[in-house]
């Protein structure tokens, strides 16, 4: 049985257990965390934005945010930014090649994406390219720890747990993300995010939150 502490490996069997009580105050005390570590960080991070923004156009044309309609809890559908990594239109280009095509539509990702411009391997494998985000978060539409977004397409990936996904925010990190990322099997990912919905805790939360940054300074499991 592969540890679902925030330690899962690749390629480990990673078993979801029974759901735990989560604590009355929990939603209270998230949203609390949340402000405190938010509103600071954008702040800090503001005068960042000008520089991002002028390399991803001198790398690209195209605009420098990337909107993406995905679902939130209670299935209200919201649009999460990100600042853009893959050349404009990278949509349309997937269909292109039948196998990313198979690839993506089994992983929702690429391993080897040739959408992906300069900057934007850089923006991704440091994970900055989620920076706007925060702003989602302090709009209430999203958390700094959660499930993994998914878009409306994507539902029915996660089968009879889609309804469990939906019931909390997603956010911006979260236990798979510091369990291997993208080196885990989509399945893996489905597990690990309804391990968290059942066992959710804020004291789980703090530990993700300090186990993302090693995760993001190493770039373990990025693409």
């Known amino acids: 049985m592969g540890s679902i502490n925030g330690c899962a490996k690749p390629g480990e069997q990673i078993i979801v257990s029974g759901m735990r009580r989560v604590p009355a105050l929990y939603d209270v005390e998230k949203r609390v965390l949340d402000i405190i570590i938010c509103l600071p960080l954008v ?15 001198l790398d690209s044309p195209g605009p420098v945010f990337h909107r993406r309609k995905v679902v939130g809890k209670g299935r209200k559908a919201f649009i999460a930014y990100k ?21 993506f539509e089994e992983n929702h990702k690429l391993r080897c994406d040739k959408r992906i411009t300069r900057v934007g391997k850089i923006l991704r494998k440091t994970s900055v390219d989620e920076l706007p985000q925060l702003m989602n978060v302090l709009l209430g ?13 994507e539902i029915e990936k996660f089968g009879i747990y889609h309804e469990k996904i939906l019931s909390v925010k997603p956010g911006i990190t979260g236990l798979w993300q510091v369990s291997g990322r ?11 995010n309804v391990y968290y919905v059942d066992h959710r805790s804020i004291w789980m939360d703090i530990k993700i939150l300090l186990k993302t940054i090693p995760a993001v300074l190493t770039a373990n499991g990025a693409y």
């Open 43 to 57: 702040l800090i991070l503001l005068p960042l934005l000008p520089v991002l923004a002028l390399a991803i156009k």
């Open 141 to 153: 539409q999203m958390s700094l720890v959660g499930p993994r977004m998914i878009s409306f397409p």
């Open 182 to 192: 993208s080196k885990l099997s989509y399945e893996d990912r489905v597990r690990l």
């Open 83 to 103: 600042l853009r990594t893959m050349v404009e239109g990278a949509e349309s280009l997937i269909c292109e090649d039948e196998e990313e095509r198979g690839e």
